[in-house]
């Protein structure tokens, strides 16, 4: 068997790819974290628990309605977005004017509470997500095989991340949304209805998260406290990322889940603590994060 | 009261616990260009975004057009045909010089085409792609005219155009502000640059402690100069 360091290429090239699969879900949870935060001011703490809420959401319309993956992976958002809407518009809307701390300890005590009621619904135990058909099988790439559910996770939300990307930097929509981060005020003078504009951020942001949900679900246990075990990697990837960039929570949510996996197979005592080591180095070097912007 | 196109009365404003306008009145005219001057501190800014609604509380009644905007959010106010001017600018840096002009959203009729603006202010065309915050502070603060002239905005609120530019980027200013004014906009100027002003305006209104302390007429003004001297300390 071909080697590398010692280690058989088959068993690097699992972890890499198990690594990169949790890179994606990193990256698409991170994103939304940044664009909120961005837009909002908050650190919405709850947003692991909406992702949990989109894995649910897809079990749910699987198992009661029988509704497919395919119709799952655009509804599940949309449901999560709607959530996020009723969020903001009854409760983190009266926080603006109060420091940060408010809106994080609100989204904390939502985030705890939606967990809570699923826990209480559907227990801890974690349900299995039935893989689609398609999905059944591998690549054989000659030197590994490459399951087909994790090929398109990578694929597909390394799509979503470029075209929120994209949508972001490059587009009018864009350009109210990076206005309205810097000067909310005078973009509203300018005519444009800033409160309904950062309603829909939030939406847009807690749907992203629902469809890593969606993503998720065939990769783990639907589970009520997968959020909470996700949430606080994505932190620390947003701490290491900076939460000016866009492009920077992408790209540093998807090397980490490569690290990751890497330190599972070169040292796997570190492989759950070698993301926080990271973040430690960073905020000694570099406080704002190596794609932040010093204030 | 017949013609006033906008007509503020007993304006009352405040920042958070401070009252800063005291019952603010004056009124202006389809295609008039008025002034707000005063000293530092005088509320002149505190005025426009009090009628913009970007202060905290405030009171009284702000018509434009018919219409009691008071009450309104700020962006409904905007779509009433204002377009502002800030004093600090308020140019986007992470916008380009071009996505800034772009943004602001058309709030009625006949706005200059981005072709008219760039004739207007070629220094823009040239620099389309820097970014926002690259720009010199005359060309931002040509941006920040040149981003409300693309709206079709009827009524103009510029917050101290003038300050700190070259003498040349003040005339040029000057000859678009009389270009607007020949095109029928409707024109609210705050100014410390008197000597601008004056050849521009129909009418002063001077502010002291968050008041309209004293309204001259363009043609009272050489009768008035020694009051305005004492207002405004020039
Ligand atoms: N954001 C603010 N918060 C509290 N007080 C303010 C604020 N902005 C201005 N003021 C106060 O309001 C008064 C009027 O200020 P302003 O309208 O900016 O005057 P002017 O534009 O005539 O120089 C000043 O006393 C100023 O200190
Ligand atoms: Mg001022």
């Known amino acids: 068997m071909t080697e590398i360091f010692g280690i058989p290429i088959q068993a690097l090239m699992g972890q890499l790819t198990i690594g990169l699969v949790n890179g994606c879900f990193y990256a698409m949870l991170s994103l939304g974290l940044a664009v909120i935060f961005g837009m909002l001011n908050v650190v919405n703490f709850a947003h692991g628990a909406l992702y949990m809420v989109g894995a649910f959401f897809s079990w749910m319309l699987l198992n009661y309605a029988g509704v497919n993956y395919w119709f799952?992976?655009?509804?599940?958002?949309?449901?999560?977005?709607?959530?996020?809407?009723?969020i903001e518009k009854t409760m983190l809307r009266w926080l603006y004017q109060l420091d940060h701390l408010y809106g994080l300890l609100l989204?904390?005590?939502?985030a705890l509470i939606i967990e809570g009621i699923f826990?209480?619904?559907?227990?801890?135990?974690?349900?299995?997500?039935?893989?689609?058909?398609?999905?059944?099988?591998?690549?054989?790439?000659?030197?590994?095989?490459?399951p087909k559910y994790r090929a398109w996770v990578v694929v597909m939300s390394i799509v979503v991340c470029l075209a929120t990307w994209y949508l972001i930097e490059k587009?009018?929509?864009?350009?109210?949304?990076?206005?309205?981060?810097?000067?909310?005020?005078?973009?509203?003078?300018?005519?444009?209805?800033?409160?309904?504009?950062?309603?829909?951020?939030?939406?847009?942001?807690?749907?992203?998260?629902?469809?890593?949900?969606?993503?998720?679900?065939?990769?783990?246990?639907?589970?009520?406290?997968?959020?909470?075990?996700?949430i606080i990697v994505v932190f620390a990837v947003v701490v290491i990322g900076g939460m000016g960039s866009i492009l920077g929570s992408i790209v540093t949510g998807l090397a980490l889940g490569l690290i990751e996996g890497l330190t599972k197979v070169v040292y796997p005592e570190a492989s759950?603590?070698?993301?926080?080591?990271?973040?430690?180095?960073?905020?000694?070097?570099?406080?704002?994060?190596?794609?932040?912007?010093?204030? | 009261m017949s013609g006033a196109l906008l007509s503020v009365s007993n304006l009352q404003a405040w920042y958070g616990e401070s009252h800063i306008l005291h019952g603010?009145?004056?009124?202006?005219?389809?295609?008039?260009?008025?002034?707000?001057?005063?000293?530092?501190?005088?509320?002149?800014?505190?005025?426009?975004?009090?009628?913009l609604g970007l202060t905290g509380k405030r009171s009284g009644s702000i018509k434009i057009d018919g219409v009691e905007a008071v009450n309104l959010p700020t962006h409904k106010i905007a779509r009433l045909g204002l377009g502002y001017c800030p004093e600090e600018r308020g140019i986007f840096s992470s916008l380009s010089c071009e996505e800034n002009l772009l943004l602001p959203p058309a709030v009625g009729e006949g706005g200059m085409s981005v072709d008219e603006i760039y004739a207007m202010f070629p220094n823009l065309k040239e620099r389309r792609s820097s970014q926002g915050t690259r720009l010199s502070g005359g060309e931002q603060q040509m941006l920040a005219m040149a981003r409300i002239l693309r709206t079709g905005a009827?009524?103009?609120?510029?917050?101290?155009?003038?300050?700190g530019l070259a003498p040349v980027i003040v005339q040029t200013l000057g000859r678009v502000i009389r270009e607007l004014k020949a095109k029928?906009?409707?024109?609210?100027?705050?100014?410390?640059?008197?000597?601008?002003?004056?050849?521009?305006?129909?009418?002063?209104?001077?502010?002291?402690?968050?008041?309209?302390?004293?309204?001259?007429?363009k043609q009272d003004l050489a009768a008035k100069a020694d009051m305005l001297h004492e207002y405004l300390g020039v």
């Open chain 1, 72 to 86: 799952a992976l655009i509804l599940a958002p949309i449901g999560v977005a709607i959530v996020g809407v009723i």
């Open chain 1, 107 to 110: 989204t904390f005590g939502l």
């Open chain 1, 119 to 146: 826990r209480h619904n559907y227990g801890s135990s974690g349900q299995p997500y039935e893989l689609p058909d398609v999905f059944r099988g591998a690549f054989d790439l000659g030197f590994m095989f490459l």
């Open chain 1, 171 to 230: 587009t009018k929509l864009g350009a109210y949304l990076r206005a309205g981060t810097e000067n909310p005020k005078l973009v509203q003078a300018f005519g444009i209805n800033v409160p309904l504009m950062v309603t829909l951020t939030y939406a847009f942001g807690v749907g992203l998260a629902g469809l890593a949900g969606v993503m998720a679900a065939p990769v783990y246990l639907v589970n009520p406290t997968m959020g909470s075990g996700i």
């Open chain 1, 272 to 295: 759950s603590t070698v993301v926080f080591i990271i973040m430690a180095i960073v905020l000694l070097i570099r406080p704002a994060g190596l794609f932040g912007r010093e204030k």
């Open chain 2, 24 to 51: 603010v009145d004056f009124e202006i005219k389809r295609g008039e260009l008025i002034t707000l001057l005063g000293r530092n501190g005088a509320g002149r800014t505190t005025t426009l975004k009090a009628m």
């Open chain 2, 154 to 163: 009827k009524i103009l609120l510029l917050d101290e155009i003038t300050e």
């Open chain 2, 184 to 217: 029928g906009l409707t024109i609210i100027m705050v100014e410390q640059n008197f000597r601008f002003a004056a050849p521009l305006a129909d009418r002063h209104y001077v502010m002291e402690h968050g008041k309209i302390a004293a309204v001259v007429e």
